[in-house]
């Protein structure tokens, strides 16, 4: 039978993060742009998330700009 609607690649995350049972939402690290908080979701505590591409294609910048966005929101703290 198909799924009542259409599968979205956050759907097995939002799966992980129900079995998280996070209690604290500050927990989660988020994401500054919208398309991707509602594609990949937040990030949760203890998981790994690789940000790979070819030679040249923003990867540092990416990284950059959303460290860059979590220090100025005061967010969770993050290794890099």
Known sequence: PAP???LRAADPHE???EAA???EPDAL???PWEALRRTAG???P???TIVSARTGSGKTL???NWLHWLASMNGPSVGY
């Open 62 to 64: 990416f990284i950059r």
């Open 4 to 6: 009542a609607r259409p």
């Open 29 to 31: 690290v988020p994401w």
């Open 42 to 44: 937040p990030l949760l």
């Open 15 to 17: 799966t992980a993060l």
């Open 46 to 48: 203890g998981s790994l």
């Open 21 to 23: 049972n996070v209690p």
